[in-house]
Structures are given as C-alpha cells and as structure tokens.
C-alpha cells in the first residue's frame, strides 16, 4: 500500500471553526469511529476571533477533541476567522486537502445559520468537491511535492447547527453521546462559563447551551425512532440499492 493510498480518508468532516464538527456531527464521528471507518476533521480557521479563548488554546483544545473521538488526522487551514472569502487561494486550500486525503464522503457546515462563517463555509465545500474532480486544476501534496490526482468526493452532506432545519436524514448516534459530549467538553474556553476566570458570557458558554443539543439530539432521535441521533442535508437524494438499507 502507498503513503498516498494509506493516507486516504472515508470520510473527512470541515468545520469553519473547531467545535463545528463536535457539535453536530460528533456522535456521528465516533459512529464512525468505532466501525474502523477512516476519519479526518479539517478546520477552516482557528476560531480566533471568538470570544472566548484565544487561537492558540483553541488549538489545544481542538487536538484533544480529536484524540476523544479517535480520529486520524485533524489539520488547520487557517482561513482566517470571519473574513475568509470564497476566492481562489481558499479553493485552492481545500482543494488541496481533498486531493491529498481523497475522502469518499464530506461533511460541511449548514448551508444557513446564525453565524455567517456557516453558511459560507457549506458553499466554500460545495465548490471545492466540485473543482477537485477537474483535470486542469493543477495542485501540490503539500506533504511530499508530488502533482496531484484530481478527485471529487461521492458524496457531500451538510450538518445541522444552531438553526433547525428539517433534516434529509438522521444518523443513529444512540451509545456515542458521551464520546460526543466528552469531546465537546474538550473546549474548556467555550462551554465552561463560570469558571471564576471572570470569562465573558456568549451564547453557548452557559449550561443551557449544552442541554439545548443535547435535548435537539433527543429530538431527531425522536424524528428516526431512536433515542439520539444527528440530522443532515444532501446536496443531492441519497441513493441506495437495497430498499431494506433504508430501515
């Protein structure tokens, strides 16, 4: 097996900021996980501008949540917090990614939420699938030098976030929540308000926050007869073979 071939990813999970994917997506992850699936989580930004904590603690914080869920690699593009554009140099910066870990399916932000790098985000993947299959786009490994292969993933789906949106499906995360909340707990600036460091207040640093997901994951739960679960959209129906795979 080739470095190539042993670096590439069933699935690769972005986030605009580190904790996007934990948040909606992580019992899914450690789903994943636990079936030996291949896992990659790749952050846009470093969530430098938040609030709460700094770049560099969020760094910190993030390489924990990923050792939590047992990913495989987890990297920073380091778009730049609130200002990163849909523009060449970040396309090229995903596209780059795509090409190198080769994921079958992706998953990206909302397409529409109450923070405006969400949506940008979702539209910034959507592209990026999309130019990475074409030949004339021209790319480097950034790890070994080499020319790349275009590839475009299979599949691309989007995580729901702060907004409800009616999901196209749900994933069964019953059995992974504390891996889930475990990890989200790995970001100790974000979610752990009171902690006597004088911390500003921000929309999802107070406990409320926390039982609010966990009570929507009770929620599509409910939607899919399970007792947790996560909900996403597609960018296209899914397909399967078997009507049976739909039970």
Not at 82 to 101: G, H, N, T
Request: aromatic share 6%; glycine share 8%; proline share 5%.
């Amino acid at each position: 097996m080739t470095q190539a071939q042993m670096d590439t990813m069933d699935v690769c999970a972005f986030g605009a900021h580190p904790d996007d994917v934990e948040l909606s997506a992580g019992g899914t992850i450690a789903s994943m996980v636990a079936k030996g699936k291949r896992v990659a989580l790749v952050d846009l930004t470093r969530g430098e501008l938040g609030t709460r904590g700094t770049g560099d603690t969020r760094d910190l914080e993030a390489a924990a949540a990923a050792e939590i869920l047992g990913v495989m690699h987890r990297e920073n593009l380091n778009l730049g917090d609130c200002f990163f554009e849909i523009d060449q140099p970040a396309l090229m910066k995903v596209i780059e990614v795509l090409r190198r870990l080769r994921p079958q399916l992706v998953l990206a932000n909302a397409k529409s939420d109450r923070h405006p790098d969400h949506g940008r985000a979702s539209s910034l993947l959507e592209r990026a699938c999309f130019l990475s299959g074409l030949l004339k786009i021209e790319t480097v490994d950034q790890k070994s030098g080499e020319t790349q292969e275009p590839w475009r993933p299979q599949s691309l789906h989007y995580y729901i976030q702060d907004r409800w949106r009616t999901p196209d499906f749900i994933v069964d995360i019953s059995g992974f929540e504390a891996v889930k909340y475990a990890a989200i707990g790995a970001y100790k600036t974000q979610f752990h308000a009171g902690s006597g460091k004088n911390e500003p207040v921000t929309p999802i640093s107070s406990p409320e926050f926390l039982q609010h997901l966990k009570s929507r994951d009770a929620a599509m739960g409910r939607l899919g007869g399970v007792q947790s679960g996560e909900g996403f959209e597609s960018s296209r129906p899914p397909v399967v073979r078997d009507l049976l795979d739909l039970l």
